[in-house]
């Protein structure tokens, strides 16, 4: 597209980008924000570089990949679902009321000699954190209905009715038992759907309403688990299932790829909050401790904050 | 450009040629257009999803660059509602995962840039849709309002009134959110 810079139109208004912010002007001042928030969004050559190789490898695999129709599936499903996503938000809205000391899961290992008390425990749970997963699945783009054939039209439509069919058990009716049957008659169905990931998300969310966090974590955590579509809130929540399983090694990882991102949200905090939790576990003190200071200079009013604070006081008498 | 029938296969190198050609315009179409809180990747390889199945009924006369305008609108348009959705949801949008480069010189450089592109788009995302867009496409894409005419099906003349109340819209909203009295959307 060519600038109307040059082109001199007759009528044409100035760009606000283009004016002197020291006019002191309000134009002024909008266009200058404009103007950084224009140069932030130009693509940098990195940017365009890892499109192209994600595309050369969409590219590659694109005559033995069911992804079209994949994605066909995906909005199938989230239009399927569109029923249960009020109910979900009543869900999450009703779970996000309650007190924050109510989500915390009680230690599942005994703790360790010298360390503070709560933050050993088992980082806690926010009880949104699995519909969130869950829910952030779905990925559909837009306009691709027409990427399904007409021979794998019927296909994708019944696999997104059973999908959605779990899903509806899970979040409109609440009925996680009713979910784990809809994924198995899924699994029997399709058992290399493509909705498999989306699949076993639901399964996670209902094996973690059921307290079957054990199985939870064994699903994330499969090698050969194929394609699970790692949100922050996914990755977050399976650190936590790995501390709580005594896993620190693996949390922290996951931990940690959550803090790169640079990100100041509920996921880091809670990312936060479990590294310190591990990381006084392996009795590095001075990091955990660092981490709760971390967590409370970001999140003071956070959902671990007074047990960040609890902890620290702990330490500070504990110390020699 | 050499248009092919319905086989993805045939289809193939002109979509190649397309993105070569069009690659990074798309991607900052869709990185203005959408904000922060979308993927930029994925809603570009969405386009060029779309482009791909749907190459064969461009036929012109358009240029190929209205042509793909409209379907990274779209595409931007579908990306925007799922982000509102998991907001509403409280799902956040997976901040800082696209829209905004990583490679800045300094920290405190890159908290500004974001917290720039934060503002704006606080801002636009309170403007109607069309008034946004005229914005984005002026100020940002530094387009001329014939060409957002024909982008957007309208004269010139109309284009610049309809920027005119975009401005006059940002602007107050501007002013607002400065002067303390932002009570968020």
């Given at each position: 597209m060519?600038?109307?810079?040059?082109d001199?139109?007759?009528g044409?208004?100035e760009?606000w980008?283009?004016?002197?912010?020291?006019r002191?002007?309000?134009?002024?001042?909008?266009?200058?924000?404009?103007?950084?928030?224009r140069?932030?969004?130009?693509?940098?050559?990195?940017d365009?570089?890892?499109?192209e190789?994600?595309l050369?490898?969409h590219?590659?695999d694109d005559?033995s990949?069911p992804w079209?129709w994949?994605l066909?599936?995906?909005?199938?499903?989230?239009l399927?679902?569109g029923?249960?996503v009020?109910a979900?938000g009543k869900?999450?809205r009703?779970?996000?009321?309650?007190?924050?000391?109510?989500?915390?899961?009680p230690?599942?290992?005994?703790?360790?000699?010298?360390?503070?008390a709560?933050?050993l425990?088992a980082p806690?749970?926010?009880?949104?954190?699995?519909?969130?997963?869950?829910?952030?699945?779905?990925q559909?783009?837009a306009v691709?209905?027409?990427?399904?054939?007409p021979?794998e039209?019927?296909?994708a439509?019944t696999?997104a009715?059973?999908?959605?069919?779990?899903?509806?058990a899970l979040?409109?009716?609440?009925?996680p038992?009713?979910?784990?049957?809809?994924l198995?008659?899924?699994?029997?169905?399709?058992?290399r759907?493509?909705l498999?990931?989306?699949a076993?998300?639901a399964?996670?969310?209902?094996?973690?309403?059921?307290?079957?966090?054990?199985?939870?974590?064994?699903l994330?955590?499969?090698?050969?688990?194929?394609?699970?579509?790692a949100t922050r809130?996914?990755?977050?929540?399976?650190?936590?299932l790995f501390?709580?399983?005594?896993?620190?090694?693996s949390a922290v990882r996951?931990?940690?790829?959550i803090?790169?991102?640079?990100?100041?949200?509920?996921?880091?905090?809670?990312a936060?909050?479990?590294?310190a939790?591990?990381?006084?576990?392996?009795?590095?003190a001075?990091?955990?401790?660092?981490?709760?200071r971390?967590?409370l200079?970001?999140h003071?009013?956070?959902?671990?904050?007074?047990?960040?604070?609890?902890?620290?006081?702990?330490?500070?008498?504990e110390?020699? | 450009?050499?248009?092919?029938g319905?086989?993805?296969?045939?289809?193939a190198?002109?979509v190649?040629?397309?993105?070569?050609e069009?690659?990074?315009?798309?991607l900052?179409w869709?990185?203005r257009?959408?904000?922060p809180?979308?993927?930029a990747?994925?809603?570009?390889?969405d386009?060029?999803?779309?482009?791909k199945?749907r190459?064969?009924?461009f036929?012109?006369p358009?240029?190929?660059?209205?042509w793909?305008?409209?379907?990274?609108e779209?595409?931007?348009?579908?990306?925007?509602r799922?982000?509102r959705l998991?907001r509403?949801l409280?799902?956040?949008?997976?901040p800082?995962?696209a829209?905004i480069s990583?490679?800045?010189?300094?920290?405190g450089?890159?908290?500004?840039?974001?917290?720039d592109v934060?503002?704006v788009?606080?801002?636009?995302d309170?403007?109607?849709a069309?008034?946004?867009?005229i914005l984005i496409l002026?100020e940002m894409?530094e387009m001329?309002?014939?060409e957002i005419g024909?982008l957007?099906?309208?004269?010139g003349s109309t284009?610049r009134?309809?920027?005119?109340?975009?401005r006059?819209r940002?602007?107050?909203?501007?002013?607002?959110?400065?002067?303390?009295?932002?009570?968020?959307?």
């Amino acid at each position: 597209m060519k600038s109307a810079r040059a082109d001199g139109n007759v009528g044409e208004p100035e760009r606000w980008t283009a004016r002197a912010a020291s006019r002191g002007t309000a134009e002024g001042a909008a266009g200058a924000v404009l103007r950084r928030a224009r140069d932030a969004t130009e693509p940098r050559q990195e940017d365009v570089a890892r499109l192209e190789a994600r595309l050369a490898a969409h590219q590659a695999d694109d005559s033995s990949s069911p992804w079209r129709w994949r994605l066909a599936l995906a909005l199938a499903l989230l239009l399927a679902t569109g029923g249960a996503v009020g109910a979900a938000g009543k869900l999450l809205r009703r779970t996000r009321s309650a007190p924050a000391a109510s989500a915390v899961i009680p230690a599942a290992e005994p703790r360790a000699s010298g360390a503070p008390a709560s933050p050993l425990g088992a980082p806690a749970l926010p009880a949104e954190s699995v519909p969130a997963a869950a829910l952030a699945a779905p990925q559909p783009a837009a306009v691709v209905p027409r990427a399904v054939g007409p021979r794998e039209a019927p296909r994708a439509a019944t696999e997104a009715r059973l999908l959605a069919g779990a899903f509806r058990a899970l979040r409109a009716g609440q009925d996680p038992v009713a979910a784990l049957s809809a994924l198995d008659r899924y699994d029997r169905a399709f058992p290399r759907g493509a909705l498999a990931g989306e699949a076993r998300i639901a399964r996670v969310e209902a094996l973690m309403v059921l307290g079957r966090r054990a199985e939870a974590l064994a699903l994330l955590a499969a090698p050969d688990g194929g394609e699970t579509p790692a949100t922050r809130n996914v990755l977050v929540m399976r650190g936590e299932l790995f501390a709580e399983a005594g896993q620190c090694g693996s949390a922290v990882r996951d931990f940690e790829r959550i803090l790169a991102a640079g990100a100041r949200d509920d996921a880091e905090a809670r990312a936060l909050f479990g590294r310190a939790a591990c990381r006084l576990r392996g009795g590095d003190a001075a990091a955990g401790e660092g981490d709760l200071r971390r967590y409370l200079e970001r999140h003071p009013d956070g959902a671990f904050a007074a047990a960040a604070r609890e902890a620290l006081n702990e330490a500070l008498h504990e110390a020699p | 450009m050499v248009l092919s029938g319905d086989d993805g296969a045939e289809l193939a190198p002109d979509v190649d040629a397309l993105y070569r050609e069009h690659g990074r315009t798309v991607l900052r179409w869709v990185m203005r257009l959408g904000g922060p809180g979308i993927d930029a990747e994925d809603a570009v390889h969405d386009v060029f999803v779309v482009a791909k199945r749907r190459l064969g009924a461009f036929d012109g006369p358009g240029k190929v660059t209205t042509w793909l305008f409209r379907t990274t609108e779209k595409v931007v348009q579908a990306a925007r509602r799922k982000q509102r959705l998991r907001r509403w949801l409280s799902l956040s949008g997976e901040p800082g995962a696209a829209g905004i480069s990583t490679s800045n010189p300094t920290p405190g450089d890159a908290l500004d840039r974001r917290r720039d592109v934060e503002i704006v788009y606080r801002i636009l995302d309170r403007l109607p849709a069309r008034q946004r867009q005229i914005l984005i496409l002026f100020e940002m894409e530094e387009m001329a309002t014939e060409e957002i005419g024909e982008l957007m099906g309208a004269k010139g003349s109309t284009v610049r009134v309809w920027l005119f109340r975009a401005r006059a819209r940002f602007l107050a909203e501007h002013q607002r959110l400065f002067s303390g009295k932002d009570e968020g959307p």
